[in-house]
């Protein structure tokens, strides 16, 4: 058990029985009242913003989470199988974690996940992904006075908008956030 005083922004606490992760934390002394910590915590499993007041003498629990990179091997129903780069040893990854940016994952690619004493609680793809154009629309010659674009098919199977000038064969740069274009890569 730690104080209020020693949480920081970015710690994972337990708080009512539950993962969250700390986003903001201020100290606030307001004129003739007690001194509090206002912390904004998001849950790890649920996303859910949660706002708390912690008096300063105020007990709580600090998780230790230990991140690493690891490679994604294949999927195997609801879990994606990755291999700890270091010690070749194999986890089994919920696909929840990932959220909406999983369809931009490719086999061989290295992922960030954090585990809290044995289970994994954050999964993260890199911010971008080079990847190949497996289907797109051939572009309309004189379409080009605005900033058009059209739909392609990425090889992970995603539909992303990409600039009429790329073609089937390119590859190009996605943010995993948005899922937007980046660049085309040379």
Same mark, same amino acid.
């Given at each position: 058990?730690?104080?209020?005083?020693?949480?920081?922004?970015?710690?994972?606490?337990?708080?009512?029985?539950?993962?969250?992760?700390?986003?903001?934390?201020?100290?606030?002394?307001?004129?003739?009242?007690?001194?509090?910590?206002?912390?904004?915590?998001?849950? @790890?499993?649920?996303?859910?913003?949660?706002?708390?007041?912690?008096?300063?003498?105020?007990?709580?629990?600090?998780?230790?989470?230990?991140?690493?990179?690891?490679?994604?091997?294949?999927?195997?129903?609801?879990?994606?199988? @990755?291999?700890?780069?270091?010690?070749?040893?194999?986890?089994?990854?919920?696909?929840?974690?990932?959220?909406?940016?999983?369809?931009?994952?490719?086999?061989?690619?290295?992922?960030?996940?954090?585990?809290?004493?044995?289970?994994?609680?954050?999964?993260?793809?890199?911010?971008?992904?080079?990847?190949?154009?497996?289907?797109?629309?051939?572009?309309?010659?004189?379409?080009?006075?605005?900033?058009?674009?059209?739909?392609?098919?990425?090889?992970?199977?995603?539909?992303?908008?990409?600039?009429?000038?790329?073609?089937?064969?390119?590859? @190009?740069?996605?943010?995993?956030?948005?899922?937007?274009?980046?660049?085309?890569?040379?």
């Amino acid at each position: 058990m730690a104080k209020a005083s020693e949480v920081k922004s970015g710690n994972v606490l337990r708080f009512n029985g539950e993962l969250v992760s700390v986003e903001e934390y201020i100290h606030r002394t307001p004129g003739n009242l007690r001194a509090f910590y206002q912390a904004r915590m998001r849950n @790890v499993k649920t996303g859910k913003i949660v706002e708390y007041r912690f008096r300063t003498d105020e007990e709580v629990t600090i998780c230790r989470v230990e991140t690493n990179d690891y490679q994604y091997l294949y999927e195997d129903g609801d879990y994606l199988v @990755v291999m700890d780069n270091n010690t070749y040893e194999q986890y089994n990854i919920p696909k929840l974690l990932f959220g909406s940016s999983i369809k931009f994952l490719k086999e061989g690619m290295n992922v960030t996940i954090a585990f809290e004493s044995d289970e994994p609680i954050v999964a993260q793809l890199p911010n971008s992904v080079e990847l190949e154009i497996t289907y797109s629309e051939p572009a309309v010659k004189g379409d080009t006075s605005t900033n058009a674009q059209k739909y392609a098919t990425v090889e992970t199977g995603a539909e992303i908008r990409v600039p009429l000038f790329i073609n089937q064969g390119d590859k @190009v740069k996605i943010d995993t956030k948005t899922g937007e274009y980046i660049e085309r890569v040379k």
